[in-house]
């Protein structure tokens, strides 16, 4: 029995949203060790770890945790993590989108309104015994226009407050079209134009090279005189210098700060202006949001250990909704169809194409998930260390190995079909879809139909059709007490070429199987070990967020209880309609 995998939580998390993981793993709480103890005592038997935001997952760090299989980031941005590093070790890296965002929205109001309503000194002036009411008159929100440097999931919660205030609402963001802003009740804009008309600035981009000082000198001068700037987002983004000079001359009236580019920022002169309201990184603090945090983490943590793709993996192509539910049940298909391809097959590793037929067919990110898949399935026991959807480009790329993908829409196909051909010369392929149940199954071999749902030990052979050799076969197995559990035979003209294939439920010794290879007729057998995680409904692979337990086909409809459909139905319209 496989030992119980070892998840270090190296950040405080509410330990009731961590049950879960508790149930499958072993859970080390190491929430407060330095780096020198999680280097050199926790980390190199861990295969996973999960931080929030103290924590810097940096290069050092991962190289000191060779089992490691996943890190998972309890909250949005991953900026102390290093992604590259992680991506090269096969290392999947999962955060939580959504768990912050209500939290995060309203503290920027809490923000805003102690600034604009002179909470912080007004407090403080009534502490010390005085009651001056005339000295900290206030500002309405009302009427006054809120812009938004980056309009995602957070932007958009604090616009639909903004509105609720009375506020008129812009926002810029490159990455969201027009027409969906305006959608949401805001008005798109330059960042020229929303710096010039904004009496509150509020940010919410990520951190990159491209945004960091995105709020520059030059940014701030662009800013109405007497403007507000709220930061919430990740330290790094606004020039901290910048802004203290543009609040000591007066061209803001104040800054409500939650990040820092280094945190704790130390004597930060802006610490010491009135008109500066700053709290330490206590955006996301709320109980509600780390207890969802916690409990979000720890399924995408279990789901990368137990083999299964993570919504939530940011070193993965992110998918919309609609994207994951057409992609994310044809992953274990996909990767299935590189296996068999490479040990059932024998399939060269050159001129690879993945092609899809669907009726409805998954976007450009969706076939890159795809693709990773079928290159795990192709390169997983054949590289030196683990081989998953994160690294297995990188890995096929230094071999030389290329694969294109190709689609064809097909309005009547009710499952859809994913099939990986290859080889300059005759081209050998595989192709698989879905059970009824939802479980991945074999659809055709070189162009021959059948209807295969796996088993953990698959027999394929390719030999000439002549009496008695099913016969052999099956009783060089039977003496060897070898059970068989499903057999399908396939052939494309009588006494021409055949496949068969056999579920087997004992082991198949190397002797036996030279045994097989040997008979008159018999031109392959090969064996293929199917992992576990081939061997289970496609419906584990989504997330629970939309799932209703259902296989969801590439139309977001409902297939668990539609007729089945003969393997050699859906090889015949692959053949017709994808050559």
Same mark, same amino acid.
């Given at each position: ?9 190296? $950040? ?10 508790? %149930? ?72 939580? =989108? ?15 309104? =102690? ?77 020229? $134009?929303?710096? =010039?008309?904004?009496? @509150? ?86 109980? %509600? ?10 399924? /995408? ?38 296996? @068999? ?50 690294? =297995? ?25 994913? %099939? ?22 074999? @659809? ?64 198949? &010794? ?17 064996? @293929?070990?199917? &992992?576990?995680?081939?061997? /289970? ?43």
């Amino acid at each position: 029995m496989n030992p119980r995998p070892r998840v270090v939580v190296a $950040d405080p998390l509410p330990r009731d949203g961590l049950t879960l993981l508790e %149930e499958h793993c072993h859970l080390i709480d190491a929430a407060g060790a330095n780096l020198e103890t999680l280097k050199r005592d926790l980390l190199p038997a861990a295969d996973a770890l999960i931080v929030r935001s103290r924590v810097k997952v940096t290069a050092d760090l991962i190289a000191a945790a060779p089992r490691l299989r996943v890190i998972g980031r309890a909250g949005v941005g991953v900026d102390n993590i290093d992604l590259e590093a992680a991506t090269e070790r096969g290392i999947v890296v999962v955060n939580v =989108a959504d768990g912050n965002t209500v939290a995060v929205a309203e503290h920027v109001f809490a923000l805003l309104l =102690a600034l604009v309503r002179r909470l912080v000194p007004a407090a403080a002036s009534l502490r010390q015994g005085r009651w001056e009411r005339n000295r900290f008159v206030g500002e309405e929100l009302r009427g006054k226009v809120m812009g938004l440097v980056g309009f995602g999931r957070i932007g958009q919660e604090v616009a639909q407050r903004a509105r609720a205030f009375g506020m008129v609402v812009l926002a810029y963001d490159p990455y969201v079209p027009e027409a969906r802003i305006r959608e949401l009740g805001a008005e798109p804009v330059s960042l020229d $134009d929303l710096l =010039a008309r904004a009496d @509150v600035v509020s940010v919410h981009t990520p951190l990159t090279p491209a945004t960091r000082h995105l709020i520059d000198a030059e940014a701030l001068a662009r800013m109405r005189p007497g403007a507000y700037l709220i930061h919430t987002a990740r330290g790094g983004i606004v020039d901290e210098q910048a802004l203290y000079q543009a609040l000591t001359e007066g061209r803001l009236a104040g800054a409500g700060l939650d990040v820092f580019a280094t945190e704790p920022p130390g004597e930060s002169p802006l610490l010491e202006l009135p008109n500066v309201v700053a709290t330490p990184h206590l955006g996301g603090s709320t109980r %509600e949001a780390q207890a969802y945090n916690a409990r979000a983490i720890a399924e /995408q943590v279990l789901r990368a250990l137990q083999g299964q793709p993570v919504r939530g993996a940011v070193n993965l192509p992110p998918l919309s909704d609609q994207d994951w539910h057409a992609a994310g049940p044809l992953a274990p298909v996909a990767e299935l169809v590189g296996l @068999v391809y490479r040990e059932g097959l024998g399939g060269p590793l050159e001129d690879l194409e993945l092609r899809v037929a669907a009726r409805d067919l998954p976007s450009e990110r969706g076939f890159e998930l795809l693709a990773g898949a079928v290159l795990k399935g192709l390169l997983a026991g054949v590289v030196d260390g683990p081989v998953n959807a994160v690294n =297995a480009a990188v890995l096929a790329a230094r071999r030389g190995i290329t694969l294109r993908w190709r689609s064809e829409r097909h309005p009547d196909l009710p499952v859809p079909v994913v %099939e990986l051909a290859g080889g300059r010369g005759p081209r050998r392929a595989v192709a698989g879809s879905l059970s009824p149940e939802g479980l991945p199954r074999l @659809v055709h071999l070189d162009g021959l139909p059948l209807d295969m749902v796996p088993a953990p030990r698959l027999l394929l052979t390719r030999h000439h059709d002549r009496p008695g050799m099913i016969g052999k076969v099956g009783g060089l197995l039977g003496m060897g007490e070898i059970n068989i559990a499903a057999m399908q035979v396939a052939r494309r003209q009588v006494r021409g070429e055949a496949i068969m294939v056999l579920a087997l439920d004992d082991p198949l &010794p190397p002797s036996l199987l030279a045994e097989i290879r040997r008979l008159p007729g018999m031109e392959e057998a090969r064996l @293929v070990h199917v &992992p576990v995680t081939l061997l /289970q409904p496609a419906s584990r692979w989504l997330s629970s967020e939309g799932a209703d337990g259902g296989v969801k086909g590439g139309s977001g409809r409902d297939e668990p209880n539609a007729p089945p459909v003969p393997g050699a139905a859906l090889a015949q319209v692959w053949r017709e309609r994808a050559g």
